[in-house]
């Protein structure tokens, strides 16, 4: 069982940044593609962006050159760094562990950008 816990979020004005976090129990970032997903009130879950065990880095086209996603494997942390943030990108964040037929998420976190 992974356990994963997401921290960072906030209210923040348009333009504005934010940086979630989420630590994973034990040192799984050797097994498993880690993510950043989103969910919208009244709208889908949607992927945002994901980074393999190899580092390879992958993003959603609405956040291109907005978002960085990153990780320590030493503190089995994963971050998302949020830069130049709109309002379309309020939503529950949540981080997800995944690999061939196992996937864990955290519990979410708030983000809200609103002047």
């Given amino acids: 069982q992974v356990q994963l816990v997401e921290s960072g979020g906030g209210l923040v004005q348009p333009g504005g940044s934010l940086r979630l976090s989420c630590v994973a129990s034990g040192n799984i970032f050797s097994m498993y593609t880690m993510g950043w997903y989103r969910q ?20 959603a086209d609405s956040v291109k050159g907005r978002f960085t ?21 309020t939503a529950v ?5 995944w690999r061939v037929g196992l996937s864990f998420w955290g519990q979410g976190t708030q983000g809200t950008v609103s002047s």
């Fill in 40 to 59: 919208a009130p009244g709208k889908q879950r949607e992927l945002v962006a994901t980074i393999t065990r190899g580092g390879i880095t992958n993003y």
């Fill in 69 to 89: 996603i990153s990780k320590d494997n030493a503190k089995n942390m994963v971050y998302l760094q949020m830069n130049r943030l709109k309002p379309e990108d």
């Fill in 93 to 97: 964040y949540y981080c997800n562990a």
